[in-house]
Each structure stands twice: as C-alpha cells, then as structure tokens.
C-alpha cells in the first residue's frame, strides 16, 4: 500500500499511488456505460493514460473484444502501463505507446471512444488537445473527459468547519492565486472542470452531457478498509515530506505567477503545513474523521457525421 512513485521525477507521479484506485464506485462506472452506451465500442483511446488507472477503470465495462490504446508523453508511465496490463493477463486488450496529446500519434476518424482523466487541467492548451481528440474520434463516435474543479476541495475538508475564518480565507486564497499562476505560466489550469462543457461546444461536439462523479472518500476511524488506509497514508506522508498540493517549490512559482508578494509566500505556507501537521496528528490518535467530498465533472459529447455522410430524411439529415 502507498505510492511507489512518490518524489518520482515523471508528471503526476505523486498521484499515481493506490488512492487513484478509490476514485470511482463501480456502480457509477456501470451505469456511464449505459449513458454512453460502450456495448457498442470496439475501440478506445485513452489520452495521457500514465500508469493506466482510468482504462482499466473503464475496461471493467467494455465490451471484451473492446481494445484499449493508451499514449502518454512519458516512457517511464508507458512502460509501468504495459507492464500493469501484462501482470493482470491483458497485455493484448490493453496496449501502450509514446505520444503528445497534442498531436496524436492516429489517423483521424479511428475510435470509438477518446477519453482522458484528470488530463485536461494540465494541458497549456487544453482546446488544442480536446481538438486532436476529436480529430481522431470516428464520426458518431464519443469523446468523454473526467475533470475536476480542484478549488472547490478547499472547503470541502472537516478541518475547514473547525479552522479560524482568516485561516480557511488565507488557505482559498493560498490556492487560488497558485491555480491562476499554475495556468499562467502554460502549466495547466486545476480547475478546468468548470469549463469542460463550454470547450466542448466550441468544439462542434454535440449531445454534450454532464454529470458529477458519486465518489466520496470518506475516511472515519479505525481507518480499516484498504481505500481508506491508502487515503490516510498518503495525508500522512505529504505532511512528513512538506508536500501540498504541490513541492514547496513548484507551489512558490505559481504563487508569484499568480499574483502573490514574495512576503506573503512564507506565511501562506506555513498556514497550509500547520493545517496538514494537524489533520496528520489527529489521523494518528484515531480522531480525524471526513465525508471526503470533492467536485469532479464526467462530460461526454458526440463528434457529428459530416453532411454528405448523411441521409435527408423528411427534412432533417439522419445518420446511416
């Protein structure tokens, strides 16, 4: 149990550990296969997959003979996927390679689903991306995106319903100013989520659909299951290494991109370490107990038929 990545050099490495196993309840996996009706897909791709959670999520409802392509940027995360796939027998339904979201490694019009997890918040152009994903979805086909509105966790913790009102404001504040400097500096915006439906209509998607993902991580003394554990260990193991949402380091740049003086930094850090040191201390007398909310977005949208691929039928063009 834990994260075996972690301070590892690679993007996202600190949030490839086994919480990423507890994002979603398989119910809720079951019933977006019905929404978007994946007994029909054969072939999927999906898009800055690293070490493979979300395809394996979805391959638990796609149809057997379905095929999953997975391309990150990174062969470190290509070659943890392949080897994941291979340990659990599926190295030919599940299948890796080297590529830039931004320019995909595809012909046009070849899947039917292109779909990414928690990608798009890190895209210095997430239009540019969304746009090669529907260049390479087939018409008719699906493209799909989980992405959250991360700021909004900033009061969704126990902690903040007992914190001083100054202290949770500098916290909001804290990290709003580094999500703008985040996607300042061409980093990513963590919140994209909030934006997702509107990018996808300018992008001549249709049918877009939203909905909000069920999970929450609830974490309740004793901390017995094996998700919550997971949840517990890694608070407890950001706090020991001074990690918050971000390095000391890379959180410094984004505040000073984002607005924030140079004298506040040190403050706001010190804020955001002492609200980590106490949820730690509380997880280690059996005290802390959460509901484990946060604001995640599923948005779908279906990439339409070109006119002359399609038939007039009473006045209205109908796909074949």
């Not at 916290?171 to 985040?182: D, W």
Request: net charge negative.
């Amino acid at each position: 149990m834990g994260n075996e990545f972690a301070e590892h050099p690679s993007h996202s490495a600190e949030y490839f550990g086994d919480t990423r196993d507890g994002w979603w309840n398989p119910d809720y996996v079951e019933l977006l296969a019905r929404r978007w009706g994946l007994s029909r897909v054969r072939e999927v791709l999906d898009v800055g997959c690293g070490v493979g959670h979300w395809g394996r999520v979805l391959g638990r409802v796609l149809p057997r003979a379905a095929r999953v392509t997975g391309v990150d940027r990174d062969p470190v995360w290509v070659e943890k996927a392949a080897e994941r796939a291979a340990a659990r027998g599926d190295a030919e339904r599940f299948r890796y390679r080297v590529g830039v979201a931004e320019a995909l490694p595809f012909d046009g019009d070849t899947f039917d689903l292109v779909t990414c997890q928690t990608v798009l918040i890190h895209a210095a152009d997430p239009g540019a991306m969304l746009a090669e994903m529907v260049r390479v979805t087939r018409p008719g086909g699906l493209v799909a995106v989980a992405e959250p509105n991360n700021l909004a966790g900033a009061l969704l913790r126990a902690a903040v319903l007992r914190a001083p009102v100054e202290e949770t404001l500098t916290l909001v504040r804290f990290q709003l100013l580094c999500e703008r400097g985040k996607a300042a500096l061409g980093e990513g915006h963590n919140s994209l989520g909030e934006l997702i439906p509107e990018l996808f209509a300018r992008h001549g998607l249709t049918d877009i659909q939203v909905y909000l993902n069920d999970k929450a991580n609830v974490v309740l003394p004793p901390y017995r299951s094996a998700e919550q554990r997971a949840t517990v260990e890694e608070i407890e193991d950001f706090a020991r290494r001074e990690f918050w949402i971000w390095s000391r380091r890379d959180t410094q740049r984004y505040f000073l991109a984002g607005g924030g003086e140079e004298h506040e930094f040190e403050g706001c850090w010190a804020a955001a370490m002492g609200a980590a040191r106490r949820t730690a201390e509380e997880l280690a007398k059996g005290t802390y107990a959460s509901a484990g909310g946060s604001v995640g977005y599923v948005v779908s949208g279906t990439k339409p038929s070109p006119p002359s691929s399609r038939h007039l039928q009473g006045g209205v063009y109908r796909n074949p």
